[in-house]
């Protein structure tokens, strides 16, 4: 009798221990809240990642200004917020098969909240052949991903021109900057940083195009009328991979002898712009976008904030040379083999996307006229450069005033973009 005793006590320990690891809510979670099953941006607690760690009393978590604390009840979580002192409402959360889910209310609106643990991340990063069936001409949350990728592996692929054609020259997707993606990047969360470094970036035909007028956000009026009485058309280039150069199709006798070297670059490097945001291809903006900088070529790293889960990652616009300012409208628009790598830097938000390459820090800055986006790259910087190095208002004023650079990347779409630049150099004599 004893020993059956001692069996069934071993047993209900044995299951009580299973329970209680069953119902262990600590560590990382990517979660969701929806009110009446949509996103609602003016709630406090929105997508995002969720540590929760384990204290005597329960568990605890931060987010943001929000601290969420969270008490037992036999195998569910009540999570209650708190922002300032003051509630801010709170959930009773069920754990099965891995997975969060619960409701409850934020402010007063009832919500329900979903959770998963982030996916496991291969032994070794992997290099995905991604051959595109199709393209998009949008920036959107709403895309389903073509690939789940997880940060260190890298993507090799295709991109086409801006009017949608292949490397036969072959049309596959409407004209306007048709984008290669989106790709899920594996525990991308809303306030961490994509880093896409470009490392491979090259032109794969033997033409392009480009429209044979200066753009007319370029040009006074007066210039403009002038020009009224010419043809609107587009100049054909020929590009010689193996020399590394284009040269004009059919050029006048002043342009004959004019060579350019090549430098292939994305016009457009995004991720799905923040709420529910869809905005078109030809849109730049802190999501990245059609920044049209020449900057953004093989060699180079890209550091993008991210907004949505996943981050969502597309690209396109290739172009085999472009001067600042892509004055006509466009660059040398052609089709271009791409390689990226991916990765990821958790919880660190940047305002606007920066660029690295051998020589340069860069931050794009973009608005409405070419004012409002040198004022967003300096702000940036500025911003930069405190986080950074630790620098004071005093200290920026004296470095930028001596190191700053400024590049005109882009004046012809809706939106401008200044790209505000500092040598590594200059960079290399302050101390951290």
Request: proline fraction near 6%; include cysteine; glycine fraction near 12%.
């Given at each position: 009798?004893?020993?059956?005793?001692?069996?069934?006590?071993?047993?209900?320990?044995?299951?009580?221990?299973?329970?209680?690891?069953?119902?262990?809510?600590s560590?990382?979670?990517?979660?969701?809240?929806?009110?009446f099953?949509?996103?609602n941006?003016?709630?406090?607690?929105?997508?995002?990642?969720?540590v929760?760690?384990?204290?005597?009393?329960?568990?605890?978590?931060?987010?943001?200004?929000?601290?969420?604390?969270?008490?037992?009840?036999?195998?569910?979580?009540?999570?209650?917020?708190?922002?300032?002192?003051?509630?801010?409402?709170?959930?009773?959360?069920?754990?099965?098969?891995?997975?969060?889910?619960?409701?409850?209310?934020?402010?007063?609106?009832?919500?329900?909240?979903?959770?998963?643990?982030?996916?496991?991340?291969?032994?070794?990063?992997?290099?995905?052949?991604?051959?595109p069936?199709?393209?998009?001409?949008?920036?959107?949350?709403?895309?389903?991903?073509?690939?789940?990728?997880?940060?260190?592996?890298?993507?090799?692929?295709?991109?086409l021109?801006?009017r949608?054609?292949?490397?036969?020259?072959?049309?596959?997707?409407?004209?306007?900057?048709?984008?290669?993606?989106?790709?899920?990047?594996?525990?991308?969360?809303?306030?961490?940083?994509?880093?896409?470094?470009?490392?491979?970036?090259?032109?794969?035909?033997?033409?392009?195009?480009?429209t044979?007028?200066?753009?007319?956000?370029?040009?006074e009026?007066?210039?403009?009328?002038?020009?009224?009485?010419?043809?609107?058309?587009?100049?054909?280039?020929?590009?010689?991979?193996a020399?590394?150069?284009?040269?004009?199709?059919?050029?006048?006798?002043?342009?004959?002898?004019?060579?350019?070297?090549?430098?292939?670059?994305?016009?457009?490097?995004?991720?799905?712009?923040?709420?529910?945001?869809?905005?078109?291809?030809?849109?730049?903006?802190?999501?990245?976008?059609?920044?049209?900088?020449?900057?953004?070529?093989?060699?180079?790293?890209?550091?993008?904030?991210?907004?949505?889960?996943?981050?969502?990652?597309?690209?396109g616009?290739?172009?085999a040379?472009?001067?600042?300012?892509?004055?006509?409208?466009?660059?040398?628009?052609?089709?271009?083999d791409?390689?990226?790598?991916v990765?990821?830097?958790?919880?660190?938000?940047?305002?606007?996307?920066?660029?690295?390459?051998?020589?340069?820090?860069?931050?794009?800055?973009?608005?409405?006229?070419?004012?409002?986006?040198?004022?967003?790259?300096?702000?940036?910087?500025?911003?930069?450069?405190?986080?950074?190095?630790?620098?004071?208002?005093?200290?920026?004023?004296?470095?930028?005033?001596?190191?700053?650079?400024?590049d005109?990347?882009?004046?012809?779409?809706?939106?401008?973009?200044?790209?505000?630049?500092?040598?590594?150099?200059?960079?290399?004599?302050?101390?951290?």
């Open positions: 009798m004893n020993k059956l005793v001692s069996l069934s006590a071993a047993l209900l320990l044995l299951s009580s221990g299973a329970a209680l690891a069953a119902t262990d809510f560590g990382t979670w990517e979660f969701s809240v929806r009110e099953g949509d996103h941006f003016y709630l406090p607690l929105t997508d995002g990642r969720l929760l760690e384990k204290r005597a009393s329960g568990y605890v978590a931060h987010n943001g200004p929000l601290t969420l604390n969270g008490t037992p009840d036999k195998d569910d979580l009540k999570l209650d917020c708190e922002q300032g002192g003051k509630s801010c409402g709170g959930f009773a959360l069920k754990l099965s098969g891995g997975q969060l889910s619960g409701s409850g209310t934020l402010s007063g609106i009832p919500v329900t909240f979903t959770g998963r643990r982030p996916a496991a991340r291969p032994a070794a990063a992997t290099v995905h052949d991604y051959d069936k199709g393209f998009h001409n949008f920036y959107s949350p709403a895309i389903a991903p073509v690939m789940r990728i997880f940060p260190g592996d890298s993507i090799k692929t295709r991109t021109d801006s949608g054609q292949d490397f036969d020259g072959k049309p596959r997707a409407p004209r306007g900057n048709p984008l290669t993606g989106p790709f899920y990047v594996e525990g991308a969360m809303p306030g961490d940083t994509l880093v896409v470094h470009l490392d491979k970036v090259r032109t794969n035909r033997d033409s392009a195009y480009q044979n007028l200066i753009a007319s956000t370029a040009l009026s007066g210039y403009l009328r002038e020009l009224a009485k010419h043809d609107a058309g587009f100049t054909s280039w020929k590009i010689d991979a020399a590394g150069t284009a040269t004009i199709v059919n050029p006048s006798g002043k342009m004959g002898a004019y060579t350019i070297k090549l430098s292939p670059m994305l016009g457009c490097v995004g991720v799905a712009p923040p709420r529910d945001e869809v905005l078109g291809s030809g849109h730049l903006g802190p999501f990245g976008g059609n920044m049209d900088s020449p900057q953004v070529r093989e060699g180079a790293t890209l550091y993008i904030p991210v907004f949505q889960p996943g981050a969502l990652l597309y690209f616009d290739g172009h040379q472009q001067g600042e300012g892509e004055l006509p409208g466009q660059g040398l628009e052609t089709s271009l791409v390689q990226l790598t990765n990821l830097v958790q919880s660190k938000a940047l305002a606007q996307p920066r660029l690295e390459n051998s020589d340069y820090v860069m931050i794009m800055g973009n608005g409405v006229t070419v004012d409002a986006a040198m004022k967003s790259a300096t702000t940036e910087m500025s911003r930069w450069l405190a986080d950074a190095y630790g620098l004071t208002p005093q200290d920026i004023a004296a470095f930028l005033g001596t190191a700053m650079e400024y005109i990347a882009e004046v012809v779409d809706s939106e401008y973009g200044v790209t505000a630049k500092v040598r590594k150099d200059a960079l290399a004599q302050l101390r951290k």
